[in-house]
């Protein structure tokens, strides 16, 4: 099987895609790819091998399933035992896009792929460059964010290279990713479909296409991506406090010798704050999550030690986005 060929961080246009084999994904290479969503870490799907390298180079626990990715709704019954009549309303309606159906697992996916699991996560990502290299593959790619596990998502081409270096076969660049935040993932092996992780398909939107509401558990038994106590974690702290709480958490421990950087909620626009770091988020709940993570590695980048932030209206966009910051603020396992 030949290896795949190291290269930095390629700009391309999907129409450029003409041969997946340009980019190793056959031969067991890593490949980063744009999503919509954040920037994802590809490897075929149904090669075990390669599907253990994700699981090396992100340092990713191996019970924790990974999303399948393909290329098109009418794809879907190649990869999963059965498909019910909410899963494919829900797939004619929001494929391509960020959405993650959960079903029982058909015999092409490997456990390797699904942490040992019987379900299996699959979903058409909606950018040109992804859906160019699935139509041009012609299979599934499992592709979880392309960063080290437990950290923030990388939503450019930069922030992949930055963190994974050359760990990575190919790096695709599609520029910013239009969402920010991971897709929905939903599970539609019961009686009635309900959220597992919140994403870029709101709640409301599914509510409105499945004519009823949708549940959003607190636990599930069945795992998937972004359920780790803390996920999505910049370098920093991050601590949650009321919108009105923020400028006085913020300026005392600025005061007691930390270096803070601020989340600062649209309702407190202009206010001064005497802290390290500070960034005034925008209005907009869409704004917000395709600039999440980007504030976040700001922060970072600023030497902050601490971030200090408020939930937005659990809403429309706004449920992702406070699901994003509680994993972000969540206990961390010392090393």
């Known amino acids: ?11 391309v246009r999907h129409e450029e895609i003409q041969d ?8 067991g290479g890593l490949v980063a790819l744009p999503t919509e969503t954040v920037y994802g870490l590809g490897a075929n799907a149904e090669d075990p091998a390669a599907v253990a390298r994700i699981f090396q180079v992100k340092g990713r626990p191996p019970s924790h399933p990974l999303i399948v990715h393909i290329a098109a709704a009418e794809q879907l019954d190649d990869w999963v035992e059965e498909v ?7 797939a004619e309606r929001f494929w391509p896009g960020p959405l993650t159906l959960v079903l029982r697992r058909g015999h ?10 019987q379900t299996v996560a699959v979903r058409v990502p909606d950018h040109p460059v992804a859906l160019s290299l699935l139509s041009a593959f012609g299979g599934g790619v499992t592709a979880p964010s392309a960063n080290r596990f437990g950290a923030v998502s990388p939503t450019t081409a ?8 050359d760990t990575v076969d190919f790096v695709l660049d599609g520029g910013s990713c239009q969402v920010g ?24 939107d599914l509510q409105a296409v499945l004519d009823h509401p949708v549940a959003v558990p607190s636990t599930s038994g069945v795992r998937v991506p972004g359920q780790h106590p803390s996920h999505y974690a910049p370098r920093a702290r991050v601590v949650l406090v009321e919108p009105e709480k923020v400028v ?8 007691l010798g930390q270096q803070v950087g601020v989340l600062l909620p649209p309702s407190l626009a202009g206010a001064a704050v005497k802290a390290h770091a500070v960034v005034a988020l925008p209005g907009s709940l869409d704004a917000y999550a395709h600039r999440l993570y980007g ?5 970072d980048q600023q030497g902050c030690d601490l971030i200090v932030a408020s939930l937005p209206v659990e809403e429309g966009l706004g449920l992702a986005i406070a699901n994003r910051l509680r994993r972000a603020a969540g206990p961390r396992t010392s090393a």
């Open 181 to 204: 935040v991971e897709s929905t993932i939903v599970d539609v092996t019961g009686e009635m479909p309900s959220i597992l992780r919140p994403g870029g398909v709101t709640r409301e």
């Open 158 to 165: 930069e922030h992949v290279r930055a963190e994974l270096g």
């Open 1 to 11: 099987m030949a290896a795949a060929r190291p290269l930095a961080r390629v700009r």
């Open 295 to 299: 504030f976040l590695r700001e922060l």
């Open 108 to 117: 092409r996916v490997p456990l390797e792929a699904t942490g040992g699991l």
């Open 84 to 90: 019910p009549a909410s899963a494919r309303l829900l």
């Open 20 to 27: 997946a084999d340009a980019v190793a994904v056959p031969a």
């Open 248 to 255: 006085a958490e913020a300026e005392l421990a600025q005061e």
